[in-house]
């Protein structure tokens, strides 16, 4: 059996960052993901920026259980595999120290990853994350004490043997070497040190071995064309839907992932031959994910 039929992807296609709120569009997105291909998704826990952020470990066990409970709802509803992936963000943290102190935000903020792991081990959840650091300038006090967050983060994931989503800044391998670098001080290896919303240069001299999940925007399919031949780690696609009225157009939309697998799997049947393009594509969208996760996408 081929998953390659008149030139287009017929099999498994996993969107690994995606989120979704209950008052916003939440199922008419999956059915929309699903309409067009879609057989996967890492449900990503949504920070209440609104004014809604946990103050304790409560609030972040009540925030989580959410998520669990809607992966729930669209395992039910769409038949279709949906890992769930729990962490408290860094842009949370960050947002908390004024409040908080810097002190305490960081106690809860490390409480939240402590939770984020025993739902994890109970099989609730099956990755950490989104964690990291802010993606925007902060003073050097702030910096300092994220890259510590970060490795003990890391150290915590490793002890565990979880993979980790990362939530980072864009300075291209900058970032990606730094972020190996606390990768190894922390024990984890590299291969589930996922950069989330990552670029689509996949190459390992961009990635120094991180793993990765491209934001498939427009002009992705080109970059991925040209690095994929050179990548040493794991990568997938994402969207990064934030299922937020509030912002159309800030991120993709839930049909993005399989329009971008067509695009892919069309350019490269232009430079390789059937088998190799299939083994790829099922790697991104099948061996990659269900390795990283433990679940059979």
């Known amino acids: 059996m081929s998953y390659i039929v008149d030139g287009r992807w017929t099999g498994p296609v996993v969107d690994q960052h995606i989120h979704l709120d209950r008052s916003n569009r939440y199922l008419a997105a999956i059915e929309e993901f699903v309409r067009v291909g879609g057989s996967g ?30 992966a729930e709802e669209v395992r039910k509803k769409f038949g279709i595999t949906v890992g769930v992936v729990l962490g408290p963000h860094p ?20 409480e939240a990853v402590y939770l984020a792991l025993e739902f994890i081990e109970q099989r609730h959840a099956h990755c950490l994350g989104e964690v990291g650091r802010p993606h925007y300038e902060v003073s050097d006090e702030t910096w300092t004490q994220a890259n510590q967050n970060l490795l ?5 994931a490793s002890k565990d043997g979880v993979a980790i989503q990362l939530h980072v ?12 670098q606390i990768a190894g001080q922390a ?35 080109e970059a991925l064309i040209r690095t994929q031949g050179n990548a040493s780690a794991p990568w997938g696609m994402e969207t990064d839907f934030l299922d937020d009225p509030r912002r159309p157009g800030a ?27 299939e083994n790829l594509i099922l790697k991104i969208h099948s061996e990659w994910p269900s390795k990283l996760y433990g679940l059979q996408f």
């Not at 842009?91 to 490390?110: K, P």
């Open 41 to 70: 998704i890492m449900l990503v826990h949504k920070p209440g920026f609104g004014g809604k952020l946990p103050v304790d470990k409560d609030g972040y066990r009540q925030a989580y259980s959410e998520t669990i409970s809607m």
């Open 91 to 110: 842009v949370a943290w960050e947002h908390q120290i004024s409040d908080l102190g810097m002190n305490r935000a960081t106690e809860l903020h490390l």
């Open 152 to 156: 003990e983060i890391m150290g915590e």
């Open 169 to 180: 800044e864009d300075s291209g391998a900058q970032t990606y070497s730094e972020l190996s």
């Open 187 to 221: 024990g984890l290896p590299l291969e589930q040190t996922i950069r989330h919303y990552a670029p689509a240069d996949v190459s390992s001299d961009f990635t120094h071995g991180l793993a990765c999940t491209v934001s498939v925007g427009r002009e992705s399919v």
């Open 251 to 277: 991120v993709l939309g839930p049909k993005t992932i399989p329009k971008r697998t067509d695009e892919l799997c069309s350019a490269l049947l232009a430079e390789y031959n059937r088998e190799e393009v």
